[in-house]
């Protein structure tokens, strides 16, 4: 589901940017899109998944496949409260990247 929505939200991307305008362009920052937030969060969760795969696979899980906490804890077999755990230091940790990234 998560390749889905980023090859979806590229696609748009691809379409909307006109020629020459690149990423470091102030015009384009100033017109953030939802496509483009999704493709950042997406970079992020990439990251994450290099020094921390099991809060990366919950992020996934919860934000792509919009399962629950306990959907995720049976799915991962661990416990509901571990869950609550790492998705809370995920969602920390990548707003702190996105910040760092914007």
């Known amino acids: 589901m998560r390749r889905i929505l980023i090859d979806h939200a590229r696609r748009r991307l691809s379409r909307r940017r006109p020629a020459g305008l690149s990423h470091e362009n102030p015009e384009f920052v100033a017109t953030v899109t939802s496509s483009e937030n ?3 969060i997406d970079e992020g969760i990439t990251e ?8 990366a696979r919950v ?8 399962l629950t906490t ?9 416990s509901e409260r571990s869950v609550e ?8 940790w990548l707003m702190r990247w996105i910040a760092r990234k914007t």
């Open 38 to 40: 999704l493709l950042l």
């Open 59 to 66: 992020v996934v899980a919860r934000f792509f496949a919009g």
């Open 70 to 78: 306990p959907e995720i804890a049976e799915e991962l077999e661990m």
């Open 48 to 55: 994450l998944e290099q020094v921390h795969p099991v809060h």
């Open 85 to 92: 755990r790492y998705w809370a230091f995920a969602k920390v």
